[in-house]
């Protein structure tokens, strides 16, 4: 499905299996310091003609360095902003571990975010957009069980 271009973006809500059960992958802008929380997915506008599917995966590359396989969709949510969100959920490719220190945290990103982390769902949800908690129930919706 094609999205309008104007006031949309789409991103991956990347997750993996960690200690603590499932985690996601959460980034932060850089220099957004004046307004908590702001964590949020990878994501970002459509290109002309692009599917929303494929500008997911393609953000979250450009913005987090991993290669991702889409697993679902998240449907989408609306921002204060008003900016609309078009979310799918994935896991990393195999073998794409090795974009990760050993922290869990992206070895190189595109220099949009200063954070770039694995995160426990519990961790996760205050620290993100308001909006975007929204992905979180769905996603768990979604997970199998640990």
């Given amino acids: ?17 960690g200690a603590e059960g499932w985690e996601v992958l959460l980034v932060h802008p850089r220099g957004a310091t004046f307004r ?19 500008a997911a995966v393609r953000e979250t590359l450009e913005e987090t ?3 991702v396989v889409v697993r679902g969709d998240l ?12 979310a799918f ?4 490719e195999p073998g794409g571990e090795a974009a990760l220190d050993e922290r869990g945290r992206c070895r190189t990103t595109d220099g949009e975010n200063d954070v770039c982390r ?6 996760a949800r205050p620290l993100m957009i308001e ?6 129930d769905r996603l768990e919706a979604a997970l199998p069980p640990r």
């Fill in 1 to 17: 499905m094609s999205v309008p271009r104007g006031g949309f973006s789409a991103g991956c809500l990347v997750v993996r299996r």
């Fill in 36 to 54: 908590r929380p702001l964590f949020g997915i990878p994501k970002g506008a459509l290109e002309e003609g692009e599917e929303a599917e494929a």
């Fill in 65 to 67: 360095g991993l290669r």
């Fill in 75 to 86: 449907g989408t949510v609306r921002q204060k902003s008003g900016k609309t969100v078009h």
């Fill in 89 to 92: 959920w994935a896991e990393i």
């Fill in 118 to 123: 694995f995160y426990p769902l519990h961790q």
């Fill in 131 to 136: 909006a975007q908690r929204e992905l979180i």
